[in-house]
């Protein structure tokens, strides 16, 4: 049954309710991801509720959605191949295997779509009085990095907690509230939705090409894996950098000069 899953998924979708080919469609496109999702989790996604998940997986001859769940796992380790090799050519392989989804995950960002998103959204950054970067479920600490280099380019920017968070409420009409988020959206949809209603700019960077993000971004660059999206976070900092004229990488030698010409750093001990 493994093996024909998520063909059969395909096959059948014309026959299934409307929930039932939402939840089928972000199996087959999202595989390896919802092998390690919660029914709750999946549902979300899918935007359709969790009963309707548990039913679904009951529907196509599994026990629950925990057998769904591990069927998929099981495919996703059949796609990578059994490893029989020592354990040092198993670590070959693992490196090769990241390797190439990072390779389609490249690939996925390289559209003509995404190169006119990325000057829209290096013009958006440019034109915010404020900069609020927030990260989505699993992406933390992406906001605290985004938002120091774009301080370190001379932008307005710095981080926001997650959900509704006092900065969020601060945002305005001349305001940007750029979101990073991979497949899981709760923490930063509201955000999202709250500071599109309050005039600000919403720009998002996403890793997983079917988050339900873009019915709220004025500009949302999406990519395939974590890989592709810090691919996009790069190719940002570098339309930024064109734009502005200055350099990240400069400006931050400049910056670790000045911090050791004025004692910055602590001595260390020898």
């Given at each position: 049954?493994e093996?024909d899953?998520?063909?059969?998924?395909?096959?059948?979708?014309?026959?299934?309710?409307?929930?039932?080919?939402?939840?089928?469609?972000?199996?087959?496109?999202?595989?390896?991801?919802?092998?390690?999702?919660t029914?709750?989790?999946l549902?979300?996604?899918?935007?359709?509720?969790?009963?309707?998940?548990v039913?679904?997986?009951?529907?196509?001859?599994?026990?629950?959605?925990?057998?769904?769940?591990?069927?998929?796992?099981q495919?996703?380790?059949?796609?990578?191949?059994?490893?029989k090799?020592?354990?040092?050519e198993?670590?070959?392989?693992?490196?090769?295997?990241?390797?190439?989804?990072?390779?389609?995950?490249?690939?996925?960002?390289?559209?003509?779509?995404?190169?006119?998103?990325?000057?829209?959204?290096?013009?958006?950054?440019?034109?915010?009085?404020?900069i609020?970067?927030?990260?989505?479920?699993?992406?933390e600490?992406?906001?605290?990095f985004?938002?120091s280099?774009?301080?370190?380019?001379?932008?307005?920017?710095?981080?926001?907690?997650?959900?509704?968070?006092?900065?969020?409420?601060?945002?305005?009409?001349?305001?940007?509230?750029?979101?990073?988020?991979?497949?899981?959206?709760?923490?930063?949809?509201?955000?999202?939705r709250?500071?599109?209603?309050?005039?600000?700019?919403?720009l998002?960077?996403?890793?997983?090409?079917?988050?339900?993000m873009?019915?709220?971004?004025?500009?949302?660059?999406?990519?395939?894996?974590?890989?592709?999206l810090?691919?996009?976070?790069?190719?940002?900092?570098?339309?930024?950098?064109?734009?502005?004229?200055?350099?990240?990488?400069q400006?931050?030698?400049?910056?670790?000069?000045?911090?050791?010409?004025?004692?910055?750093?602590?001595?260390?001990?020898?």
């Amino acid at each position: 049954m493994e093996s024909d899953l998520l063909q059969r998924l395909a096959d059948e979708s014309q026959s299934y309710s409307k929930r039932q080919r939402a939840i089928a469609r972000y199996i087959c496109e999202n595989s390896e991801t919802v092998s390690f999702m919660t029914s709750r989790m999946l549902s979300q996604a899918a935007q359709v509720s969790e009963s309707s998940v548990v039913r679904f997986a009951r529907q196509l001859g599994f026990s629950g959605y925990s057998q769904l769940r591990r069927a998929l796992q099981q495919l996703v380790k059949d796609k990578l191949g059994s490893v029989k090799e020592a354990e040092a050519e198993t670590d070959m392989e693992e490196l090769r295997q990241t390797l190439e989804l990072g390779r389609l995950g490249l690939g996925s960002i390289a559209t003509a779509q995404n190169r006119l998103a990325l000057e829209k959204a290096a013009e958006l950054l440019s034109n915010g009085e404020k900069i609020l970067v927030q990260a989505g479920l699993g992406m933390e600490g992406l906001d605290t990095f985004i938002a120091s280099g774009l301080r370190s380019l001379g932008y307005n920017a710095g981080p926001a907690s997650a959900g509704l968070s006092r900065e969020v409420f601060r945002l305005d009409e001349k305001s940007v509230l750029l979101i990073v988020c991979g497949s899981f959206c709760a923490q930063v949809s509201g955000s999202a939705r709250y500071a599109k209603e309050k005039g600000a700019a919403v720009l998002v960077l996403t890793g997983d090409e079917a988050a339900p993000m873009g019915r709220y971004a004025e500009v949302m660059l999406p990519g395939k894996g974590f890989i592709a999206l810090a691919a996009l976070i790069e190719a940002l900092f570098k339309a930024l950098e064109s734009r502005c004229g200055r350099s990240l990488l400069q400006n931050l030698r400049e910056l670790e000069t000045l911090c050791r010409e004025y004692d910055t750093y602590e001595a260390g001990e020898s």
